[in-house]
């Protein structure tokens, strides 16, 4: 009996005017989302190890028909959607690949333009994927240059690259597999392999899933950003493509120009993204080299620049990340790879607002060496009454702290005791993250490094 596919989905949107390797490239963005989006519990029923977007070519897969697209009947309108199933194992036995955001949303390769309103749009993404891409092997490029002696044309070198190498990647998207072999054949010196470029756009397209997930930590659609460097747009523009940056700021208040009181009185002068004026060596540092003067940041004479002030913030996050991460690796804690990202993000904003001890990474390191959900705990008091356990309170010392506990009871504390109510709100959102880190969902925090030497500000400019 012949096997009669309904609508394939080639074909559909061939007719809408879509290449093959466009919607290729959707296809598998698309699968790299709704992976990255399934909860852990959700991924072992599926038989998805944790490694499968690394290790697995799904152009590949889709070709060999181990993901099949398959019509939805309900489809609406004009546009035919589909139900998306995978074969894990390639054993021919396919499980269905569910939405995790909209499980009764079907797929689409066709996309809308989104509205100018939104900051990000989905083309200011993929720009920002490649852009990602394009920094991991700046080393070995770096010393090319040096060795042929060409260092003090590196800046132009570089560009030229990296617009060649978007040129290619969009060339082939638009005109499919034959007609860039073909094209390459007249071009010396070039080598070109269709399978390189498959890896290559697949590692894109994950950090293209990246950003459109991580639009979850703000909350606003697209508004989403990618830890990795600063890019400078112009003389006077300075945007952090960087999850911590956004997430950390926005915790902060924003970029303030102005010196200000943490608490009216308590003498804890911020600054910019909430530089500590007082106690950060860096901050210090950083504000002397690019010839601010302290005290007059405090009496109001002067104000900072907000490119000066990002790039100081992103500096003090690195080092805040490699802090945190050794600290917490005496604990058992691994704060590296995609897996711990959303961990990774709650514990480098508390070490940011000075906000981690030693009782947070003992409750920690517990969880993840007994796997005991009762050192997770709850967003609760520990007695279950809104009871604060301050530390002169004699149980302070024999209650097993828990992670998400003791984010309530210190958030609870400075609210009550301080008056500072943001670090409760704070610590709440802090508490989301590593609950959502739990569930086993993570993003793609593949470049989790601070290079100065790409690019930062100067005194004077």
């Known amino acids: 009996m012949t096997n009669v596919v309904l609508k394939p989905i080639m074909k559909e949107y061939k007719k809408l005017g879509m290449s093959e390797d466009e919607i290729l490239a959707d296809m598998v963005l698309s699968i790299q989302n709704r992976i990255m989006g399934l909860s852990q519990k959700e991924r072992d029923e599926l038989g998805l190890k944790n490694d499968f977007l690394d290790s697995n070519n799904l152009y590949e ?5 181990h993901i099949q697209f398959h019509y939805n009947k309900r489809s609406a309108g004009n546009l035919p959607t589909y139900n998306i199933s995978i074969d894990v194992e390639r054993d021919g036995y396919f499980m269905d690949l569910p939405n995790p955001f909209d499980p009764n949303k079907s797929y689409s390769p066709y996309k809308k ?40 044309y590196k800046r132009e070198l570089e560009y030229l690259r990296f617009h060649t190498f978007k040129l290619w990647d969009n060339w082939i998207i638009n005109n499919g597999k034959q007609a860039f072999e073909n094209a390459s054949k007249i071009i010396p010196y070039w080598d070109f392999n269709y399978d390189d470029w498959e890896e290559q756009s697949q590692k894109i397209l994950a950090r293209e899933s990246a950003l459109n997930q991580v639009y979850r930590l703000t909350g606003d659609e697209y508004e989403t950003r990618l830890y990795g460097g600063l890019i400078k747009d112009g003389d006077q523009i300075m945007k952090q493509e960087n999850i911590l940056f956004r997430y950390i700021s926005d915790n902060e208040g924003g970029f303030h ?3 200000y009181e943490t608490a009216k ?42 490119i000066d002030s990002a790039f100081i913030a ?8 490699q802090t945190v991460k050794g600290e917490a690796a005496k604990y058992g804690v691994d704060l590296t790879g995609n897996r711990n990202s959303y961990l990774t993000i709650a514990v480098v904003d508390m070490a940011y607002q000075g906000m981690i001890g030693p009782r947070f990474y003992k409750a920690l390191g517990k969880y993840i060496e007994t796997g005991d959900e009762k050192y997770l705990g709850s967003f609760d008091s520990y007695t279950g009454e809104s009871e604060i356990i301050y530390g002169t309170d004699e149980r302070y010392n024999t209650i097993q702290p828990t992670i998400l506990n003791e984010l309530w009871n210190d958030g609870m504390a400075n609210k009550v005791k301080r008056n500072m109510g943001g670090i409760f709100v704070r610590n709440e959102s802090r508490a989301e993250k ?16 601070f290079n100065d030497t790409v690019w930062k500000p100067e005194a004077g400019e």
């Open 61 to 65: 897969m889709i070709r060999d028909k």
């Open 113 to 152: 333009d989104f509205p100018r309103a939104y900051a990000v749009t989905p083309q200011k993404i993929k720009e920002m994927a490649y852009q990602e891409e394009w920094k991991v092997n700046f080393d070995e490029r770096n010393e090319q240059y040096d060795n042929k002696g060409l260092g003090k």
């Open 257 to 259: 120009a102005k010196a």
């Open 265 to 306: 009185g308590n003498g804890d002068w911020t600054i910019g993204h909430g530089l500590s004026l007082k106690t950060n060596d860096t901050v210090k540092q950083e504000l002397a080299r690019l010839n601010y003067n302290i005290d007059d940041l405090i009496d109001g004479k002067t104000s900072i620049k907000y």
């Open 314 to 321: 992103s500096k003090v996050m690195e080092e805040m990340y």
């Open 434 to 449: 590593i609950q959502a880190w739990n569930n086993g969902q993570h993003t793609n925090f593949t470049h989790m490094d």
